[in-house]
């Protein structure tokens, strides 16, 4: 019993943290989904943990999302390139001094600070065996055959392939990859080509060639805090300490930590640990299976994930079932309701969520909701509808008969014997939405959608699965509880006729 009440305890704090407002009073940093992000923000996080309250939001997206994230305040700082800030998000199209970008910033109320020490530009490489590999990038111009496995953000960025495209001439259609697979894609001939980072720790590993750009077209990525600009103020003590990591990762470092996550298996944390404590670094055992799947932050990502589906069928429901039954008793609104709602489905979901940040000015819990709740109301809207018109037209009648008005009718007669359709849909609803809230963990939101995006972004099958399988898991446990519901609603309903 003491055992269950703590799991539950931990379940419901998982839930209750996943609703907390912080409302500026928790030093929020944020990280892309690559791995040295994920390092980089885990050192920012245990640097300034011994002086205010902070937060890691891990993986939040593309640099478009994360800056969004940081204009609206919804994170203080996260680690950026100086090249990236300079193309990608002033859109410059010539290298910039550090004050102009500074300048440019400042009226958004951000800045740069904390060089941390590395150049982490682009480039292209290929398997180091490849017959007649092309030696640069001028040279890969002329071999318009060869396979292209691009990033997605590296395939829409200012300073990525279109330009590089341009710059060089090459013809090549690539196909989009997401980073964490590359590698793979790669080395198993999928592709001839990917683009990587300078620090990745798996160039070496794996015995890449990495094409020189002759016409040096990729600028400097030096690594820095793109911040907010009251982030100072508010948190003195540790941005103070936080500024003590200047110059502090060599290309070295950088590389050896990139390697000891995706090469050794070590989590974030560890690494993070051992750089900023070296004295007491031990050689720490790659993590089993078992050990992501029940690991520290499992009762917290259940909270979370359940607190995201059981307030977006909740809201969904609200919305849902008035709308099926004027669907349903209101004919000629029945096509529009039908259609909208189900027009909704049809929106990507990240590409909804990626929408909501901008409008709603905020990553985390709110978008997240909303985009789930989007997503439930077909199924909901549709069972309601076809509930209602299922019910028989002599019980309409008899009740007429008996004088109800059309809403004691609606509420004794046709909502009663279209409960177990409208059950049915609200189940459908439900196990839709455990399955779609993983990707809520992509703006922040949490939930299992977290190991799977640090799994996908090392390529780490064993990651995923720990994010998979609770999911499915948790999907079952709805579908069979929503199954006993109907059954027991099924029995009253028998019983009521009767």
Not at 187 to 211: E, M, P
Not at 343 to 371: D, F, H, K
Not at 450 to 458: D, F, H, W
């Amino acid at each position: 019993m003491t055992s269950w009440r703590r799991y539950l305890a931990a379940a419901l704090l998982g839930c209750a943290q996943a609703a907390v407002v912080h409302a500026g009073s928790t030093l929020e940093i944020g990280s892309k989904r690559f791995t040295e992000s994920y390092v980089l923000a885990e050192i920012l996080t245990q640097t300034a943990k011994p002086y205010a309250p902070v937060r890691h939001q891990q993986g939040l997206g593309n640099t478009a999302i994360v800056f969004n994230a940081l204009k609206a305040g919804s994170i203080d700082v996260y680690p950026e390139y100086l090249g990236t800030i300079d193309t990608e998000i002033l859109k410059h199209t010539t290298a910039s001094t550090l004050a102009q970008i500074q300048r440019e910033l400042a009226p958004l109320g951000l800045g740069v600070a904390v060089p941390l020490g590395f150049n982490n530009t682009y480039a292209l490489a290929m398997r180091g065996d490849t017959p007649g590999a092309p030696a640069t990038l001028s040279a890969l111009a002329q071999q318009p055959n060869l396979r292209l496995g691009l990033s997605h953000e590296f395939l829409g960025r200012v300073d990525g392939w279109p330009g590089l495209a341009q710059r060089y001439g090459l013809t090549q259609r690539p196909v989009g990859l997401d980073h964490g697979i590359a590698y793979e894609a790669l080395s198993a001939r999928q592709v001839d080509v990917i683009d990587i980072y300078a620090t990745d720790a798996k160039i070496g590993k794996l015995g890449l060639h990495v094409l020189t750009d002759d016409a040096h077209y990729f600028p400097r990525y030096d690594a820095v805090l793109l911040y907010r600009l009251d982030l100072p103020q508010r948190f003195p003590q540790a941005w103070r300490a936080i500024r003590q990591l200047e110059g502090k990762i060599d290309t070295a470092h950088m590389i050896a930590m990139n390697g000891a996550v995706e090469l050794d298996g070590q989590s974030f944390a560890k690494v993070a640990g051992q750089f900023l404590k070296p004295s007491g670094a031990v050689a720490t055992p790659r993590d089993g299976f078992l050990d992501k799947l029940f690991g520290p932050d499992f009762w917290r990502l259940t909270g979370q994930h359940v607190l995201l589906v059981l307030v977006a069928v909740g809201a969904a429901s609200l919305i849902g079932i008035p709308l099926g039954i004027v669907a349903a008793l209101v004919p000629r609104t029945h096509g529009a309701l039908m259609a909208i709602v189900g027009m909704l489905q049809t929106v990507p979901s990240l590409a909804l969520l990626a929408m909501l940040i901008p409008l709603l000015g905020s990553i985390g819990t709110t978008p997240a909701l909303i985009a789930l709740t989007l997503y439930a109301l077909l199924p909901i809207v549709r069972n309601t509808c076809i509930g209602l018109l299922q019910v028989p037209a002599g019980l309409r009648m008899a009740a007429l008969a008996l004088g109800l008005t059309p809403r004691q009718r609606l509420l004794k007669i046709d909502l009663p014997l279209a409960l177990p359709v409208i059950l049915a849909g609200l189940q459908t609803a439900a196990v839709l939405s455990v399955g779609t809230a993983t990707i809520a963990a992509f703006i922040g939101a949490g939930g299992y959608g977290e190991r799977i995006a640090i799994g996908l972004a090392l390529n780490d099958n064993q990651m995923l699965l720990a994010g998979a399988l609770p999911a499915a898991a948790l999907a079952l446990l709805t579908q069979w509880g929503f199954a006993v519901l109907e059954r027991l609603t099924v029995r009253g309903t028998a019983q009521t006729r009767a």
